[in-house]
């Protein structure tokens, strides 16, 4: 599998590059922003066919790039229903310094269970909110990708409006922290981390 992590724009939010060796079909996971050099990325990775841009939430640090992104490659845009307002526009008010980002809509909409296949690529939605209503985790074989839901000894910010405290915790007790030790953690912020690890250090769970 081709997997590359790539921090973008002024929050450095880390966007994933994941595809497939065999067929060079590929998804990309929160473009937040540089759509130039994402799409040089993954010609160098040898993704050559862009299939789906997968959003772990609204935020416009991880959705800046979206639509040039899809406009260039033609992939489809999924998140979740309950981040739309997001999407949509309230991003801009929760994140000012973003205020110029292309606002767009989804073409279609994940929920707790999906499964999406890109070749022989799995994608398991996992639904982990409270950071945002429709915060999602995708997991993949050993690990899962976050979002702003847990990092490395924290998690997401919940003082947005719509966040929740309580819902973040539950989430990701009752999603991620079920997952054996050895699952591997890639946030939408900063450093990877394992399940295993959380479960020792992590103050808020
Ligand atoms: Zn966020």
Redesign the pocket.
Known sequence: MIFEVYPVGVFA?NCYIIGCEKTKEGFIVDPGGDCEGILNLCKTLGIEKIKYILLT?G?G??IAAVSDLRKETGAKVLISEKDKYLIEGETVNVLPILKDIKLFSADDYLKDGDVIEISDIKVEVLETPG??PGGLSFKINNFVLT??ALFKGSV??TD?PLSSREDIVKGIKSKIMVLPDETIIYP?HGPSTTVGYERKYNPFL
């Open positions: 939010a939430h935020h640090d991880h950071h945002t979002g702003d997401g910010r947005f939408g």
